[in-house]
Nanobody
Framework: QVQLVESGGGLVQPGGSLRLSCVAS????????MGWFRQAPGKERELVAT???????NYADSVKDRFTISRDNAQNTVYLQMNSLKPDDTATYYC????????????????WGQGTQVTVSS
């Protein structure tokens, strides 16, 4: 009933930029935290950035000052603007959201998108 759909990944040269989008849809009553995680081959999934419902943000040290997370609460959408991309940013990026359903038990569930590939290479 709830789906997260990511877009915006691709191949970019070092120093380039990409903008990722994630739209949550379905039986949604409210959304708390939304964020982005990434996972590179041979590494654990790691937090990239999160934003609370009021827009408060948190970033991994490795992306701070290069990435910007934002959200449009009316559209249930979260964005990740990625600038000054480095080869180390290469990973599958996953959208994550804490969502309470309209028809449910008043509990928060965690949802994930299928991921979008970001490759930074010359």
């Amino acid at each position: 009933q709830v789906q997260l759909v990511e877009s915006g990944g691709g191949l970019v040269q070092p120093g380039g930029s990409l903008r990722l989008s994630c739209v949550a849809s379905g039986d949604i009553f409210s959304i708390n935290t939304m964020g982005w995680f990434r996972q590179a081959p041979g590494k654990e999934r790691e937090l990239v950035a999160t934003t609370n419902s009021n827009g408060r943000t948190n970033y991994a040290d490795s992306v701070k000052d290069r990435f910007t997370i934002s959200r449009d609460n009316a559209q249930n959408t979260v964005y990740l603007q990625m600038n000054s991309l480095k080869p180390d940013d290469t990973a599958t990026y996953y959208c994550n959201a804490e969502i309470k359903k309209r028809t449910g038990w008043g509990i928060w569930n965690e949802y994930w998108g299928q991921g979008t590939q970001v490759t930074v290479s010359s």
